[in-house]
C-alpha cells in the first residue's frame, strides 16, 4: 500500500438523522427536538446527532433513537422485542453546504413504532414533541407550534422528512410494514387506520377488510376479540410472516 497522509484530505464529520414516525390521534406524526445550540438554535429539527469513532451507522442510530425515545431499535425483518421499534437505514445527504459548522454526512435512518409516548428531550435539544407530518410538510414558513413564529426546519432536515415520509407510504404497499404502526394484537379498522393515516386518505372498510385478510401471509387471526374501539366485539389479528404482500395494497390516486 502506498503511503497515506490523512493531512492531504479535508476533514468532514458523519453524523445519523432520523426521521422517527408514529400515528397519533390517526394522524401520521414525526418527531422532531427543538435545537439547544447552534447552529439553528431555537429551530425545530430531526433528532440525530454525530456518529462516534467506535461506532458503525446502525449503532449510532440505535443510540440516538434510545436517547431520544427510549425505544429499543431492530432491523428489518428482525422481530420487535419489548418496546421494539422498526429501524431501516433511508438514504445519506452530502450536501457540502447542508451544515455550517463544516462538510457533515448524514445518513438517516427510518423508524416506525406504534402509538409511541410523549418523548423527553436529550443530547443537545431543548424540547422534544411530536408534530403532524402535514404540517411539518406543508405549513407556509416553515412549522411552529402555537404560540412561536413558523421557521423551517434546521439544515435540510424538511428534504429528509419528506424523503421518509414517502418511504413509508410506498413500503405499506406492497410489504407488512404497516404493521409495525400496530400494537402485537390489532384490529382490521385498526390496521386500516394506520393506512388511512399514512397515506392521508380515507379507505372503504369493507374493500380493505377483504384485501388485507385475503393477502397470503398478512395478517394471522390471534384467537381472541375486543370492544376497544365500541360497538360489537372486532376480531384480533397479529402481524403473519409474510415480509411482501402480493397482491399488494396499492394507494388511491388522489
Known amino acids: 500500500m502506498s503511503p497515506y497522509d490523512p493531512s492531504a484530505f479535508p476533514p468532514f464529520a458523519v453524523t445519523v438523522d432520523l426521521v422517527v414516525l408514529t400515528v397519533r390521534r390517526h394522524a401520521l406524526c414525526a418527531l422532531v427536538v427543538r435545537r439547544g445550540e447552534q447552529p439553528y438554535q431555537g429551530r425545530w429539527a430531526l433528532p440525530g446527532g454525530f456518529v462516534r469513532a467506535e461506532e458503525d451507522l446502525g449503532a449510532a442510530a440505535a443510540r440516538e433513537l434510545a436517547e431520544e425515545t427510549g425505544l429499543c431499535a431492530h432491523e428489518p425483518g428482525t422481530p420487535s422485542i419489548g418496546n421494539g421499534a422498526h429501524l431501516e437505514q433511508l438514504a445519506t445527504y452530502g450536501d457540502p453546504k447542508r451544515d455550517p459548522r463544516m462538510r457533515v454526512v448524514s445518513v438517516a435512518y427510518l423508524v416506525l413504532a406504534p402509538d409511541l409516548p410523549a418523548p423527553r428531550a436529550g443530547g443537545d435539544a431543548h424540547s422534544a414533541r411530536w408534530a403532524p407530518v402535514e404540517a411539518l410538510l406543508t405549513q407556509e414558513g416553515g412549522y411552529a407550534r402555537e404560540d412561536e413564529s413558523p421557521a423551517p426546519l434546521a439544515f435540510d432536515h424538511a428534504q429528509i422528512l419528506a424523503d421518509g415520509v414517502e418511504r413509508a407510504r410506498s413500503k405499506i404497499e406492497y410489504s407488512s410494514l404497516a404493521t409495525a404502526f400496530c400494537p402485537p394484537e390489532f384490529t382490521v379498522g385498526e390496521l386500516r387506520r394506520v393506512y388511512e393515516a399514512v397515506w392521508g386518505v380515507a379507505l372503504d372498510p ?40 402480493n397482491p399488494p395494497m396499492l394507494r388511491p390516486e388522489v
Request: aromatic share 8%; charged share 15%; hydrophobic share 30%.
Open 206 to 245: 369493507r374493500n380493505f377488510h377483504r384485501k388485507v385478510t385475503g393477502t397470503p401471509g398478512f395478517l394471522v387471526p390471534s384467537g381472541g376479540t375486543t370492544t376497544r374501539q365500541g360497538g360489537r366485539p372486532a376480531q384480533l389479528f397479529r402481524a403473519g410472516g409474510a415480509t411482501l404482500l
